[in-house]
């Protein structure tokens, strides 16, 4: 009796033994194939549309040339030598949760060269790292691409794809049915507050273009242009909107500017005009498309770090966003600088209306996070100024 006890136990503990062997093996055969296949996330929305504020405002920060590479094993370039030793990626992060904190901006738009690709190992990861500010407070933001994002490890499209995957991003690719250049061409509408009678309809309209990277002509490197396709997508567009909205004005986003801008040098500008304006040899007729067109009153620019002014061309202003990260060429002594552009809405009565005062100001790195060069882009009384 014993000696079948014995052996029945012995045979429940080789029977265990090797149930426990065989799911140890499965787990090891099919722990990759898990892997390959991780649990679902979904991307996390900002509330959708977006809306001017209960005062009637609305207010945008610019981001222009971040240039993030790697984080804090990323120099700084161009910064004073007492600095040097200290500074990284990181200073760039602390800059941008500075500004958010003393701004608090209803949305947020890069425009472009937000990471520098020579210096970021692993695309993706940078871009993390650059707009980590934002994700972390829930801040909606749209980008579009500078001439050098696509330089690490990634494309253009799988840039632009990837940025509009991102948590609280409202960038896209391309519009949906149109055969057009580029990757990051897409508009953004601002609805009117609740309460007032444009809830439902869209007072400010954003237009975010890409102007590409570099192209030859005629045998000659030069600057990307923004192409006849993109115009004929971004007149469309905006007569689509004015027939919705009529009085509602628009703000338009590039990287690269157009050659127009190199003669505010002779005809005034409000800021710094410290470098000459790098714009491509080809005149593709972006200002007479958005003269054409009457809804654009700004447009915003990246591109050329030291130029931070502001100018009026034929009645639509043009202005830098300034050089913004500390891994993108600058001026020791000169503070890296972001630009804030804030909208205000008009009374009807006790309501509010249509866009009364669009105006804007930069907002230094310094100690004092300095605000300069206050000015305003237009008003709906009276003709651009």
């Not at 494309?155 to 940025?163: A, K, N, Q, V, Y």
Request: with cysteine; glycine share 8%; proline share 5%.
């Amino acid at each position: 009796m014993a000696n079948s006890f014995q052996f029945q136990a012995r045979s429940w503990l080789v029977f265990l033994f090797s149930l426990l062997s065989s799911l140890m093996l499965a787990n090891i055969l099919l722990r990759p194939l898990v892997d390959l296949n991780p649990p679902i996330r979904l991307k996390k929305l900002p509330q959708l549309p977006l809306r001017f504020r209960h005062d009637g405002s609305f207010k945008i920060l610019q981001v222009a040339d971040m240039h993030y590479g790697n984080g804090a094993v990323t120099r700084c370039r161009d910064v004073p030598p007492a600095e040097a030793p200290y500074c990284s990626d990181l200073n760039t992060t602390q800059f941008l949760e500075r500004i958010i904190a003393a701004e608090n901006p209803d949305l947020i738009v890069f425009t472009g060269d937000n990471i520098f690709g020579a210096s970021a190992t692993d695309a993706p990861e940078s871009l993390i790292k650059a707009f980590k500010p934002v994700k972390e407070h829930k801040i909606p933001w749209a980008a579009i691409l500078g001439n050098h994002d696509q330089e690490s490890t990634m494309t253009r499209l799988e840039l632009m794809d990837f940025m509009s995957s991102m948590d609280y991003s409202l960038s896209q690719v391309n519009p949906q049915g149109y055969v057009i250049n580029g990757y990051g061409n897409y508009h953004i509408n601002i609805n009117g507050p609740y309460g007032s009678g444009f809830v439902n309809r869209s007072v400010l309209n954003l237009y975010l273009m890409d102007s590409g990277d570099r192209e030859v002509v005629n045998g000659k490197k030069t600057y990307s242009w923004i192409k006849g396709s993109q115009l004929y997508w971004l007149h469309s567009t905006s007569q689509m909107l004015q027939e919705i909205s009529p009085a509602a004005p628009a703000l338009a986003f590039f990287h690269i500017p157009i050659p127009e801008v190199r003669d505010l040098w002779y005809k005034g500008y409000i800021g710094s005009y410290q470098e000459a304006v790098a714009c491509s040899t080809v005149n593709s007729g972006v200002l007479t498309s958005l003269l054409q067109m009457g809804d654009v009153k700004s447009v915003f620019l990246g591109h050329d770090h030291l130029n931070d002014f502001c100018g009026n061309i034929s009645g639509i202003w043009f202005c830098y966003g300034g050089g913004f990260g500390y891994h993108a060429y600058g001026k020791a002594f000169w503070p890296r600088r972001g630009r804030v552009i804030s909208v205000q809405l008009g009374k009807t009565g006790k309501e509010w209306g249509q866009v009364q005062l669009i105006s804007t100001w930069k907002r230094l790195d310094d100690q004092n996070l300095s605000k300069i060069d206050d000015q305003v882009l237009w008003r709906s009384s009276s003709s651009d100024v």
